[in-house]
C-alpha cells in the first residue's frame, strides 16, 4: 500500500569528545558547537512557549507556527513537560527541525517506538489487552509484522482497492450533487476514506456504521485536553469502544481462517511468512492504527486541501487548469502545508549526540517528539515554507514520517484517494469551495477538522 522509504540517513554517532566543528546536516543549516552542547532549558526556549501545555494547542494557528519557527532558531532542542526545570529525565525535547526529525526516524536502534509514541504513552495493561499497534513495536517484531501485512497487499488487492476507490468516489459526488450537503467533513472526507478501507478489509455493509461509532468514540479526544470532571464522568469510554471494534473484528478473523474471501481480512488471518499469520489480536490492532491513520489522516488532509485551495484562488485555477499536469504536486503540497499528524514521540535507547559528535546530548531514557508539521515549514529545507505552492518542487515533506521502518505503509493509499477524489469533485463540480474556516479539534496530536462548511 506505501513505498517504504529508505534507511539510509543520518548515522548513529557515539558519545566522543572533540574541538568545535560544523556539521553541515542534510537538509539542514550548518550547526556549530562543542562536544559539552547540551539541550535547552525553560530558561533557553521562546517566552511563553510551552509545548506540553494544553493552552498552546488553542492558539491561533499563526502564534503556533511563529512558535516554531523561534524554536527552530534555537541551537540544540528545547526541553518541555516535567522535569524540565530540574534537569531531571522527565519531559520531552521537542524536536522541530527538519535534519532532527529525519535523523530521529532514520536510526530506529536509537529513538526506539516500543516504549509508545502517543502523549501519553499508552498503559501496559492496555497493551497487554488490545495487542500492540505497529507503531508501538521495535525490531524484530515490527519487521515480522510488517512483512505479514506487506505480503498480503497482492496486485490483485490492489487493483481492486484503486477499482474501488474510482466508485466510492464517484457515488460520493453523484450524492453530493443531488443532495447538497453543507459539510464536507462527514459528506465527502470522511466517508471516502472509511468505505475504502471497509471494503479493502471485507468488512460487512451491515455493521460498517456500528464500527464507526466506535472509531468516534475511541478517538474522539486523543490529544485533547479535557475537564476533570468530563474525564470522571465518562471514565474509560474510548478504551470500551475500542474492544468492541476489535471485538468485532476479531470475530471476521475467526470466520475468514474457516472461509476465506478475497479480501485484506482473509489475507492477513491466512498469510502465512516465516510459519506466521496475524492473530485475532494482532488484526484488531492493525485495523484500529488502518482507521486512525488510514480515515483520520486522509479525512483532514482531503478537507483542508479543499479549504486551502479556496483560500488560494491562484493556485486553484492552476490546478483546474491542468489536472493531469498538477494534482500529484497538489496533493503532495497539501500534505505538506496542512500536516494531518502533528507529532509522535520516540524514546532513546542509548546516549547519543543529535546531529553528530558534537552535537547536543541525549541521555538513555529520555524522551523526544517528532513534530512533523515544524519540521514541513523549516526555511532551510522549504523555500517561503508558509506558501501553499502546488508546484513546489522538490517536495521532500515528511507527512508520511520522516523514513525509516517506521514511513506510512498507506502513504500510497492516502495519495491515490486524494487524487481521484479531487479528480472527480473538480471535474464534475469545478466551483466546489469552502464558505467559511474550518472547524479544528485543539488537539497536540492530528491536524483534526470536525467541519467544514462548503458549496459549489
Not at 230 to 245: F, S, Y
Amino acid at each position: 500500500m506505501g513505498t517504504t522509504a529508505s534507511d539510509a540517513g543520518a548515522t548513529t554517532t557515539s558519545d566522543a569528545a572533540g574541538g568545535a566543528v560544523a556539521d553541515v546536516r542534510p537538509g539542514g543549516e550548518a550547526r556549530t558547537g562543542s562536544a559539552d552542547l547540551r539541550p535547552a532549558t525553560a530558561a533557553d526556549r521562546p517566552e511563553g512557549v510551552d509545548l506540553a501545555d494544553p493552552a498552546f494547542w488553542r492558539l491561533p494557528a499563526p502564534a503556533r507556527a511563529a512558535a516554531f519557527a523561534e524554536l527552530r532558531r534555537l541551537p540544540v532542542p528545547a526541553r518541555f513537560g516535567a522535569g524540565q526545570h530540574r534537569g531531571g529525565r522527565g519531559g520531552f525535547h521537542a524536536l522541530v527541525r527538519y535534519a532532527d526529525v529525519v535523523e530521529a526516524s532514520r536510526t530506529p536502534g536509537v529513538f526506539l517506538s516500543g516504549p509508545g509514541v502517543t502523549t501519553p504513552e499508552p498503559a501496559r495493561w492496555v497493551r497487554l489487552l488490545f495487542g500492540d499497534s505497529m507503531v508501538n513495536l521495535d525490531d524484530p517484531r515490527h519487521a515480522q509484522l510488517r512483512r505479514i501485512v506487506s505480503r498480503a497487499f497482492t496486485p490483485r488487492l490492489l487493483s481492486r482497492v484503486e477499482d474501488g476507490i474510482r466508485r466510492v468516489a464517484t457515488e460520493l459526488v453523484d450524492r453530493v450533487e443531488h443532495e447538497r450537503p453543507r459539510d464536507f467533513v462527514n459528506a465527502v472526507a470522511a466517508e471516502l476514506p472509511f468505505r475504502v478501507i471497509c471494503d479493502m478489509m471485507g468488512i460487512p455493509a451491515e455493521i460498517r456504521r456500528a464500527i464507526l461509532d466506535q472509531v468516534n468514540h475511541a478517538s474522539e479526544h486523543t490529544g485533547v485536553a479535557r475537564p476533570l470532571r468530563e474525564r470522571l464522568r465518562t471514565p474509560g469510554r474510548g478504551l470500551r469502544a475500542l474492544a468492541r471494534m476489535q471485538g468485532m473484528v476479531a470475530a471476521l478473523g475467526r470466520e475468514r481462517r474457516r472461509r476465506p474471501a478475497d479480501d485484506l481480512i482473509s489475507a492477513l488471518v491466512t498469510a502465512d511468512v516465516d510459519g506466521r499469520r496475524l492473530t485475532g489480536r494482532e488484526l484488531g490492532a492493525f485495523f484500529s492504527l488502518l482507521l486512525v491513520a488510514g480515515v483520520e489522516t486522509t479525512r483532514n488532509a482531503l478537507a483542508h486541501g479543499l479549504h486551502l485551495l479556496t483560500v488560494h484562488p491562484g493556485q486553484r485555477a492552476l490546478l483546474l487548469g491542468d489536472l493531469d499536469r498538477h494534482l500529484g504536486g497538489a496533493v503532495d503540497e497539501i500534505v505538506r502545508h496542512s500536516t494531518p499528524i502533528i507529532q509522535f514521540r520516540r524514546t532513546l535507547a542509548v546516549d547519543h549526540r543529535l546531529g553528530g559528535p558534537d552535537g547536543p546530548l541525549l541521555r538513555a531514557g529520555e524522551k523526544v517528539v517528532l513534530y512533523y508539521g515544524s519540521a514541513n515549514h523549516d526555511e532551510t529545507v522549504f523555500a517561503d515554507p508558509a506558501a501553499f505552492d502546488i508546484t513546489r518542487t522538490p517536495n521532500p515533506h515528511l507527512g508520511f514520517g520522516g523514513g525509516g521502518p517506521h514511513y506510512c505503509l498507506g502513504a500510497h493509499l492516502a495519495r491515490q484517494e486524494m487524487k481521484v477524489l479531487y479528480r472527480e469533485l473538480f471535474t464534475r463540480l469545478p466551483e466546489a469551495r469552502s464558505v467559511g474556516e474550518p472547524e479544528l479539534a485543539p488537539s497536540s496530536f492530528d491536524h483534526r477538522v470536525r467541519s467544514l462548511p462548503f458549496t459549489f
